[in-house]
């Protein structure tokens, strides 16, 4: 390929029987990759042919040297199974390296102390991976690691701690890996770690507490996990904490409330999670707070009035949950509430006066509700409201001689549908000023409405659906 000197790009897929590559000699090459090329064993060109005696330097090792060293050169090998090492000056120029499906023991065996560039470097998908080479601390400019279903992996490096730069670090899908190196702890620049799919992995490193740097922590089906480290609160920047499918998990660790930059809390599919902290109201910061499949859980904390500044609230899945804390009426920055199949709540909050601020509230399979709240009236900014498969609700104002639907004049949007035993829609629905969309499905025991719906053709909606009402005209009407 010595005529090719100004190539930047060089892709070789599925050439079966490839074994020298001969890149010598691509001054400019920015991007390298390979994918399925089975018998390829090296990147230079075969011994003893026209094209080795035409090469610059004494020997075959010379020859794969003269490549030059590149700037941002980023290189894709894929089931390459028989290539075990790569040119010292190509691994001096790469700055990202992605390694996949090889069932070898890996490409880099030898020359990490050559990847001096190296910034990304991703292993996926190589399944007779047992552990990382031992030189691999010294990948000192690495800013973003990612290794991913690796089955076999049993262990990490403790080299790791060398990674001054990394700032992003992933674990996905690495059945074997039982823990996580001490040395973690070293790791100073470190902003995001993602551990998904570890199912050996039983806690983490006590270490953890001093990942200063860290704000985004996402742990995902670790099936066997029973412990967060206790000093997960010691983490002041931590900005988002998403836990999701840790079924042994039966509690989170105290001092939540020194977590003062938490942005968003998620815990989804921890069916063991029996209890929140108390402290989980103390992180002033929060924005978001999502409780999502945790069918243990029977009580929320009464310290999450204290969040002040919380947007986005999402309750949902939680089967064993019969009230919610009255205090949630005081969350005066709350936007958008979400209660979804809460299968024992029985009662909606009632004190609603501050939610000043909600625009969207759904009410989604919670078979059990009987009564909305009487304070309805007060969400002053609601514009969206949906209630869905509440099969025991009857009225959706119980409370409307004293301050009804007709108090919502943001409302645009009215969907009900699936409530089976409700018998009558509120007082005034027709005179919402700003009502753009009123749909009605499967509601056998709704009354009649006739004049309402008359005038509710009138101001021409933009979508009036009412269907599977027997008591009610049956209208599918957009404009």
Request: with cysteine; proline share 4%; glycine share 6%.
């Amino acid at each position: 390929m010595t005529g090719l000197r100004s190539l930047r790009k060089l892709m070789i897929s599925y050439c079966e029987n490839l074994e020298y590559a001969g890149v010598e000699g691509l001054m400019h090459l920015e991007l390298l990759e390979f994918k399925g090329c089975d018998k390829l064993k090296s990147l230079g060109v075969k011994k003893g042919t026209n094209q080795e005696e035409h090469q610059v330097g004494s020997s075959r090792d010379e020859q794969m040297n003269n490549i030059p060293n590149l700037r941002s050169a980023k290189m894709w090998i894929e089931s390459c199974d028989r290539l075990t090492t790569l040119p010292e000056k190509l691994l001096q120029s790469l700055t990202t390296l992605h390694i996949e499906n090889c069932a070898n023991r890996m490409v880099l065996t030898t020359g990490l102390e050559n990847l001096s560039l190296l910034h990304h470097l991703q292993i996926e998908i190589c399944p007779n991976l047992k552990k990382l080479p031992e030189d691999i601390g010294h990948l000192s400019s690495l800013q973003h690691f990612s290794i991913r279903e690796c089955p076999k992996l049993e262990s990490l490096s403790e080299e790791m701690q060398h990674w001054k730069s990394l700032q992003k670090l992933s674990i996905v899908g690495c059945a074997y890996l039982w823990a996580l190196p001490g040395g973690i702890a070293k790791l100073t620049s470190l902003k995001e770690l993602e551990i998904n799919g570890c199912d050996s992995l039983i806690s983490f490193p006590d270490e953890m507490k001093e990942l200063m740097s860290l704000q985004k922590l996402k742990i995902e089906h670790c099936s066997n996990l029973r412990a967060l480290p206790d000093g997960l609160a010691n983490l002041s920047l931590l900005e988002v904490l998403e836990i999701s499918s840790c079924n042994r998990l039966k509690s989170l660790p105290g001092g939540m409330q020194h977590l003062a930059s938490l942005d968003t809390l998620k815990i989804k599919g921890c069916d063991n999670l029996e209890k929140l902290p108390e402290e989980l109201g103390k992180p002033s910061t929060l924005r978001v707070l999502a409780i999502i499949g945790c069918p243990n859980l029977e009580v929320l904390p009464e310290g999450l009035r204290n969040l002040q500044n919380l947007r986005l609230l999402e309750i949902s899945d939680c089967s064993n949950l019969t009230t919610l804390p009255e205090g949630l009426g005081d969350l005066s920055s709350l936007r958008s509430l979400y209660i979804q199949r809460c299968l024992k709540l029985t009662s909606f909050l009632e004190n609603l006066q501050q939610m000043t601020s909600l625009q969207v509230l759904w009410l989604i399979e919670c078979p059990k509700l009987k009564d909305l709240s009487t304070g309805l009236g007060f969400l002053s900014a609601l514009e969206k409201l949906t209630i869905w498969g509440c099969h025991n609700l009857i009225k959706l104002f119980p409370g409307e001689d004293f301050l009804g639907i007709q108090a919502l004049n943001s409302l645009k949007e009215l969907i009900i549908s699936n409530c089976s035993k409700l018998q009558t829609l509120p007082y005034g629905l027709e005179n919402l000023p700003s009502l753009r969309v009123l749909v009605i499905w499967k509601c056998s025991e709704l009354e009649s409405f006739e004049n309402v719906v008359i005038e509710l053709k009138e101001r021409k909606l933009r979508k009036l659906n009412i269907r599977d009402c027997p008591y009610l005209e049956t209208i599918n009407d957009a404009s």
